[in-house]
């Protein structure tokens, strides 16, 4: 998975194997695939990310939300609000878009007040956090 040197669609159906037969790609070998420098693979990755459950993975994919790449964004948007369970419609449209992204803003709201994150100073301090601990 972390070897660049390899074929994407290799890469690609490692993920797909580790996620359907095994729940998911380890942590530490998603934080470093998260790094890689094929965009498929890291949206890839995004997709597997939004299905196994677990300590670590959200952190990755939430990195991965704010990727330099379009379809990796897209990708990692459609896997946090598959993790919240909300429906993605009208996909990879300006407008699906924007109402998953409010859905999913909605969905977190008492999540992160569960958490003690009630003002947008308090979620900026705990997204620079996330950030920190898995950088690109």
Known sequence: LVD???PDDYRIRA?????????GVPVPRARQTAVS?????????????GRQLGEGGGEILLALARDRDAAVRRCALE???ERLGV???????ALGDAL???????????LLAAQGICTL?????????IYQKVKY
């Open 79 to 81: 896997a946090i609000a």
């Open 100 to 110: 998953v992204t409010g859905e999913v803003f909605l969905r977190m709201i008492p």
């Open 4 to 6: 660049d040197a390899w």
């Open 87 to 93: 429906k993605v419609l009208a996909r990879h449209t």
């Open 121 to 129: 100073g308090d979620a900026r301090a705990a997204t620079e956090k």
């Open 37 to 49: 420098g094929s965009a498929t693979v890291r949206a890839r990755l995004a997709w597997s990310l």
């Open 15 to 23: 993920i797909e194997v580790l996620t359907e037969m095994f729940g």
